[in-house]
């Protein structure tokens, strides 16, 4: 069988939406983001969040904020059984960042380079696998990396996104959808 990835956006996909998060209190999952990562891992799905992060482009918070956050987080999933595979993230911003990280970056969603991380590492074939965000640089990433299916979580992008993907209302629909496919 060929490995595929359940790519996962972070702010709004696994956790709720609240701005440049990186304190733990600040934490909540969204509905459904636990039986997903297990139905998906049932099936033969790698769990790899992909997540831009311009709060540390700005100098909101630093590398090591987002790492600790992140352990917290995993942690946390780890306790409802979902183990994720890997964590790739982008700290750069060409406009908004500061200092080093004030660049363009090929891991900046819409680029390609977190889901093509997963290539290298796993050997995902990303023709086979799946992305799950909320925005449309999340739905331009899947389609220019060639993924099988792009999943769009409604309420982030109030116009709605050009691309090829399905709008969802919530993470069992895409659980559905992965139970139907098998």
């Known amino acids: 069988m060929k490995q595929r990835a359940l790519f996962l956006d972070r702010d709004g996909v696994v956790n709720e939406e609240v701005g440049y998060l990186h304190r733990a209190e600040e934490v909540r999952f969204v509905d459904g983001i636990f039986s997903l990562c297990r139905?998906?891992?049932?099936?033969?799905y790698r769990?790899?969040?992909?997540?831009?992060?311009a709060g540390i482009a700005r100098g909101y918070y630093s590398e090591a904020d987002f790492h600790a956050l992140m352990t917290f987080m995993r942690a946390e999933l780890r306790a409802q059984s979902v183990e994720l595979d890997a964590v790739y993230f982008?700290?750069?911003?060409?406009v908004h960042g500061v200092g080093v990280y004030k660049r363009e970056h090929e891991d900046r969603k819409p680029g390609t380079g977190m889901l093509r991380r997963g290539v290298a590492e796993f050997g995902?074939?990303?023709?086979?696998?799946?992305?799950?965000?909320?925005?449309?640089?999340?739905?331009?990433?899947?389609?220019?990396?060639?993924?099988r299916q792009a999943f769009l979580v409604c309420g982030t992008e109030t116009a709605g996104c050009d691309g090829e993907h399905l709008k969802v209302d919530s993470l069992a629909e895409v659980e559905r959808w992965l139970l139907a496919q098998g």
Request: charged fraction near 10%; charge should be negative.
């Open 124 to 147: 995902v074939e990303l023709s086979e696998s799946v992305m799950v965000g909320d925005r449309c640089s999340d739905v331009a990433a899947a389609n220019a990396a060639g993924l």
């Open 90 to 94: 982008c700290p750069c911003h060409p």
């Open 47 to 53: 769990l790899i969040v992909v997540t831009n992060q």
């Open 39 to 44: 139905t998906a891992v049932g099936l033969g």
